[in-house]
């Protein structure tokens, strides 16, 4: 399979604080990338180049051919579920009125979305196990379902890429290992890329085909099986001591992200 997603030779830098160096990555079409690392490695940097809300200071982005801001621009090439996406309880939408929303970017001013559009939108309400739910306001849904709601909303315009940040926060492991069959249902019946940025390596690992370890270089690019187990305890140092846990021997330096 050829790349969807091709990052060559980037750099980043907030004034002289240099967040990104040297990034190369592919990730083929269809693929499942998990992208880890510790806070302040620039995961979320890259995210926001990938979306085209950032400009790499040098370097090259490039989804399904075209410059992130063009591909997010046109709607249908990149989907992006945020981390931060708190609704509030009182929101006057219903679930499917918020799935819907999806298609703003691509109904015309004053238009109807198109027949297939619409029904397009009640599949996803299916699929998200919304259907019975769907005319229930947003607020009313547990956090795993306005979740599924959420991805369902960044799906509705059909793009080819799926960015999730940090999508299992909030969920417990239960509802995360149900999370998790849904997305690859998704990725299965829709043929979607996905790519995955979490702290969670035990959720990463369980979906993603390749994994890549970000702190400010590109530390490891294969698959989670041969994720080095030293690596892992070396790049988390930082967050492992802010959660009350100390360990030996590994450098700590934290940064913007």
């Known amino acids: 399979m050829s790349p969807i997603i091709r990052i060559d030779h980037i750099d980043f830098a907030y004034t002289r604080q240099l967040v990104l ?135 509705a315009a059909r793009p080819r890429v799926l960015l999730l940040d940090e999508p299992t926060t909030g969920i417990d492991k239960s509802g995360q290992v149900r999370f998790v069959e849904f997305l690859q249902g998704l990725k299965k019946e829709l043929g979607l890329t996905l790519v995955i940025v979490s702290h969670d390596l035990r959720v990463v690992t369980s979906i993603s085909d390749r994994i890549a370890c970000l702190n400010v270089t590109l530390h490891y690019h294969d698959v989670p099986q041969r994720l080095p187990a030293d690596l892992v305890y070396q790049m988390f140092a930082c967050d492992l001591e802010a959660a009350g846990i100390k360990p030996d021997g590994a450098p700590c330096s934290h940064g913007r992200t």
């Open 21 to 155: 160096k040297q990034i190369t990555l592919d990730v083929d079409e269809g693929a499942t990338l998990g992208l880890v690392g510790p806070n302040g490695g620039g995961k979320t940097t890259l995210v926001r180049l990938l979306l085209g809300l950032a400009t790499a200071s040098r370097g090259t982005i490039r989804i399904a051919g075209l410059p992130p801001r063009e591909a997010t621009r046109q709607g249908d090439i990149i989907g992006y579920l945020p981390q931060n996406h708190a609704i509030p309880d009182d929101m006057p939408l219903s679930a499917r009125q918020v799935v819907a929303l999806g298609l703003a970017g691509k109904v015309r001013l004053l238009r109807s979305p198109a027949p297939a559009d619409r029904e397009f939108v009640e599949h996803l309400l299916r699929v998200a196990d919304l259907a019975d739910l769907a005319d229930h306001p947003i607020g009313d849904l547990s956090g795993g379902q306005r979740q599924r709601a959420l991805i369902a909303r960044a799906l």
